[in-house]
């Protein structure tokens, strides 16, 4: 049995603390019990060494220790990505929102995909407790600068690092993913056509006597998410 739904949302299982011992201490021993296994691995998370004073990483903590008791292993994992980036600090970072930790914190960021990987190819040699993730790390003020993020960052210092592993794959991995995602978005992020407004915001005519004629006039605030054009769909303006 490889045990990973704990749920991963800090904020939630903080703000809750009744819902997620239920979904951690309560699912696992509930687990325990009624399944028949001849190994069992829990997945779960630097936050049960490096937070153990918050719901979240005490619970995870005392699921691990549960595990370990009953004759287990248990592997942590530290902050991961890929895909489509779920509700956390990189996904705030990427979409311009607060974050919560100081800008200063340092992450060891690894792609779940590898991650998933290496349980898959090594878990019958394990040992009773590891930590898998990127030797490297990457502070929030890096990310932010690379995405030219807008983000405004608390103070609580949130540094995850794996110990005593180093076969994770390197920073430069996760570097390429947000430039991807950084290209991408600006693709995307086209949310306004200017027609017939002219650079100081005022209504600047329709060209070749359109019936189309609203007098259309207002203030043009600068924004890499508009975008002016000549042009629309072969029909000059």
Not at 5 to 17: C, D, E, H, L, Q
Not at 106 to 113: Q, R
Request: glycine residues 6%; charged residues 20%.
């Amino acid at each position: 049995v490889i045990h990973s739904a704990m749920p991963a949302k800090r904020f939630m299982s903080n703000s809750n603390p009744e819902l997620d011992r239920k979904k951690t201490v309560e699912l696992t021993q509930f687990f325990l019990k009624h399944l028949v296994f001849n190994q069992f691995i829990l997945i779960s998370s630097l936050s049960a060494r490096i937070e153990v004073e918050t719901t979240y990483g005490k619970n995870r903590k005392d699921v691990e220790n549960m595990i370990l008791n009953s004759g287990g292993q248990v592997i942590r994992f530290g902050p991961l990505y890929g895909g489509k980036p779920r509700e956390c600090t990189l996904k705030n970072i990427l979409t311009n929102q607060h974050v919560f930790y100081s800008i200063n914190t340092e992450y060891g960021y690894t792609d779940v995909n590898w991650c998933a990987r290496y349980v898959v190819d090594n878990f019958q040699n394990i040992s009773k407790l590891t930590e898998v993730g990127s030797p490297d790390t990457i502070s929030l003020k890096t990310i932010r600068d690379i995405v030219n993020s807008t983000s405004i960052f608390g103070f609580k210092d949130d540094s995850q690092v794996c110990l005593n592993f180093n076969l994770g794959p390197k920073i430069e991995n996760f570097l390429r993913y947000i430039e991807e995602f950084k290209v991408k978005t600006s693709e995307q992020q086209i949310v306004a056509v200017l027609h017939d407004i002219s650079a100081s915001g005022s209504y600047a005519g329709v060209s070749g006597g359109s019936t189309n004629n609203y007098g259309a006039s207002g203030s043009l605030r600068p924004s890499v998410y508009v975008q002016r054009l000549s042009a629309w769909d072969a029909t000059s303006f």
